[in-house]
């Protein structure tokens, strides 16, 4: 199957907007971790239920509060305690800096598109490949900050207070996920542009 160059430009396009958009809502919704205590709750008109973001946590009712330090504001932490807040402050600076990458990268992108540069459409597959890894690795951050923090938890309050919570990851993760996955497919896209403007200019020489 031959791959032209304008489909290998509408495929990038396409993809990189998913891919922008997808990462953009993602951050600026409050779905990434989902806390449901509707079933220990039973009749009480109190609901406790709650979904958080990167920034901020918010119950079903539209209220929303920061995210603070949990452990206070003392120096006496435990190592898996630090380990919790250098996590959190990792995936808020991962993901907002993917974003960053992702529209300079589309930009550029856009540009070597039009000049059918090989040098520039090699830069924005690199760069958007780099994007792709900080995506990954925001999102593989905030799984493992999500875990750890259940652990504590469960450390400090016991299995007994969590029974009847269910405790779910939320469609902003999912959003992140695909968004991850677009990036990726178009950093791909734009290293096979690379290739094949070699090629075309290649066969230009040889007539």
Known sequence: ??????????????FCVLSFVSLVLAIGTDFWYIIDTSKRENSS???LSSHSGLWR???????????????????????????ILNMQGTFIVLLPLSVIVLFVGGMLGFISM???AYLLLLLTG???LFGSVLSLAGICVYTAYSAAAFKEAVGISGHK????????FGW????????????????????????????????????
Not at 1 to 14: D, P, W
Not at 58 to 82: A, I, K, V, Y
């Open 1 to 14: 199957m031959k791959v032209t160059f304008t489909g290998l430009a509408s495929f990038v396009s396409t």
């Open 172 to 207: 902003s993760l999912v959003l992140a996920s695909v968004s991850f996955v677009g990036e990726l497919c178009t950093a791909m896209a734009f290293l096979l542009a690379s290739a094949r403007v070699t090629q075309l200019t290649n066969q230009e020489e040889d007539e």
């Open 57 to 83: 946590t918010c119950n079903f009712h539209n209220q929303c509060w920061p995210f603070m330090n949990p452990f206070g504001e003392g120096r006496n932490l435990s190592d898996s305690q630090r380990q």
């Open 114 to 116: 039009l000049a059918r």
């Open 126 to 128: 690199v760069l958007l």
């Open 45 to 47: 008109s109190v609901s």
């Open 161 to 168: 207070s969590l029974e009847g919570i269910e405790i779910y």
